[in-house]
């Protein structure tokens, strides 16, 4: 038999990794390489297109329903297809990214899903890309464990029964692999994440009862979701799999998707699985969008803008009405708590508002929901068991008493509260810490309490944008300014730096994470990801 041909991607820049040829196989990259070649280019055209719908936004700050898609729309006849045995019942989704511990972790939560993250909670360094691919191949095949080197605590995997279902999250459409390139140019980060998973994984998941399932991050368009499905359609064809063994699940994290819901289900419909409601990307995509709107479209501070405002429920019961018209499921938010082993009072005040509010989820119709630990899952799990009972879901509340209008998503203005300066401030703390922690190849990090990802990140450096080119006055009087920034910066940074101790705050990227964060917060020019300007600075 001949040796298998040289892959045409080349690996730049990159120390080699322990194992990494078992990831990084001929095969394997001969996969990537004609998925880059085939659609990359129409995912630059629809990055590109993304820039004409913000200017065409800028001009009208508003945003309407398609009318070119409004007898889809208006076609009752369609359904996605129907959701595989694994992915039915998905009352309970833990996330979380895909080392080793994790991994285990997660899969023994007694969630029904694990979001198996490769995008926002994963600082994409090349041992995370590559060794996150490693782990779940491992956890497949039942050859993971692992032992703390701190506490010397062993992992194992429980039996196969009780394990939660992956569905894998790929990197957004706009970063790219810098060490993987063909003919000189990056390869999208997407496609390196879906490609090596999906060619090593998809048989052996089908083997194992289950199947590749995905959540796709950042989708702005039904164009975007409909690219998706070609690359489904060709990959399942590569490898020789039935059509409609792929599932994707959409994060409808961006205000324009919030319009398009039941265009991009009909996208994947062969292929689609539901869709999820996030908070802190879609405000973030707010802002993004309307940033040139006026006094009608600033936020208030991150955390007086929650599920229950008027503008987030319109969009969510406008998601659980739409999925539920298509047979879809309707996934929730996140429970982002991280409980603490000090404060038993922290955790009962915080454990009852995760009640209320996937009491709320479950009582609006949704068929699952999002936590960020595994000591959430039961509360969450009671939450849906009280609703659901046996039932695997509820998609036969049709919600027809829901009737959203195409302003009802945008009325920002109808919120009472207004950004304070504990807000600013929060942000420039949140910001730092995050950014730092992400620089040193972390992505989920715990800060006060809460499981943070890029997501709070972006939408920290959002509203310091916005408020100062807003000239918003806080309640104390003082003016949003840079001036203001860089002094509330400073402070937090020395805060820090008292907080941590001389050593460890030299050893760490403190002072990159409080330069890029007033970078991005003050650059005239709003960067369109955090990410994109960050991945400059990673090391690895």
């Known amino acids: 038999m001949s040796a298998p041909a040289p892959s045409p991607l080349a690996i730049v820049e990159a120390e080699p990794l322990p194992r990494q040829d078992e990831v990084l196989t001929d095969a394997a990259l001969a996969f990537v390489a004609e998925l880059h070649r085939r659609f990359t280019p129409r995912r630059d055209e629809l990055l590109a297109r993304r820039a004409e719908r913000r200017a065409e936004i800028a001009r009208t700050s508003t945003l309407d329903f398609l009318p070119e898609t409004a007898q889809l729309r208006e076609d009752d006849s369609w359904k996605v297809a129907p959701a595989p045995a694994a992915l039915n019942d998905r009352r309970v989704e833990i996330t979380g990214p895909t ?39 491992d956890a497949y095949e039942r050859k993971i464990d692992f032992t703390d080197p701190r506490t010397g605590k062993s992992y194992a995997l429980k039996p196969a029964s009780e394990l939660a279902t992956v569905v894998m999250r790929p990197r957004g459409w706009h970063l790219e692999e810098r060490h993987l390139r063909f003919a000189g140019q990056a390869v999208p980060g997407a496609l390196v994440d879906f490609g090596l998973y999906f060619f090593h994984n998809a048989q052996r998941l089908i083997d194992l009862g289950k199947g590749p399932y995905f959540y796709l991050p950042k989708t702005e368009s039904h164009l975007e979701a409909r690219l998706w499905n070609d690359i489904f359609v060709f990959a399942q064809d590569y490898v020789g799999i039935p059509q409609g063994t792929v599932r994707a699940t959409v994060l409808i994290e961006t205000i324009t998707a919030a319009y398009e819901m039941e265009e991009i289900l009909y996208e994947l419909r062969d292929h689609a699985a539901g869709l999820n409601a996030g908070r802190w990307d879609y405000l973030f995509s707010i802002v993004k969008n309307f940033r040139d709107g006026g006094a009608e479209f600033v936020l ?29 499921h309707a996934i929730g938010g996140m429970a982002a708590f991280i409980p603490s082993r000090k404060d038993a009072e922290v955790n009962k005040v915080a454990f009852e508002k995760v009640k209320a509010d996937k009491d709320r989820e479950a009582g609006d119709g949704f068929d699952g929901s999002w936590v960020a630990h595994p000591d959430l899952v039961p509360i969450a799990m009671a939450s849906f068991d009280a609703v659901l009972g046996e039932k695997p879901h509820q998609k036969d509340r049709l919600r027809e008493d829901v009737s959203v209008a195409p302003g009802d998503l945008i009325a920002i203005s109808s919120l009472d509260a207004k950004p304070t300066y504990e807000g600013l401030r929060n942000a420039v703390q949140v910001g730092i810490r995050y950014i730092e922690a ?15 990802d890029a997501a709070t990140a972006e939408i920290s450096r959002s509203q310091i944008w916005q408020w100062i080119n807003a000239g918003v006055v806080f309640e104390n009087g003082e003016r949003a300014t840079p001036e203001l920034a860089r002094k509330v910066a400073a402070e937090e940074l020395a805060a820090i730096r008292a907080e941590v101790g001389e050593e460890a705050f030299a050893s760490g990227k403190w002072q990159q994470a409080h330069d890029l964060l007033l970078q991005v917060s003050l650059d005239a020019d709003y960067a369109d990801f955090l990410t994109l300007p960050a991945y400059d600075r990673l090391v690895g």
Not at 107 to 123: H, R, Y
Not at 308 to 323: G, H, Q
Not at 438 to 452: C, D, K, P, T
Request: glycine share 6%.
């Open 99 to 137: 080392d080793r511990k994790m991994t285990i972790n997660a899969l023994n939560s007694g969630a029904k899903v694990w979001l198996a993250d490769f995008e926002d909670a994963s600082a994409p360094t090349w041992e995370n890309v590559v060794l996150g691919q490693l782990n779940l191949i």
């Open 438 to 452: 992400w620089l040193r190849g972390l992505g989920a990090v715990a800060i006060f309490n809460l499981m943070e």
């Open 300 to 328: 208030p501070d991150r955390n007086a803008v929650t599920m229950t405002a008027p503008f987030m429920r319109a969009y969510t019961e406008l998601l659980v009405r739409t999925c539920h018209k298509r047979g879809a």
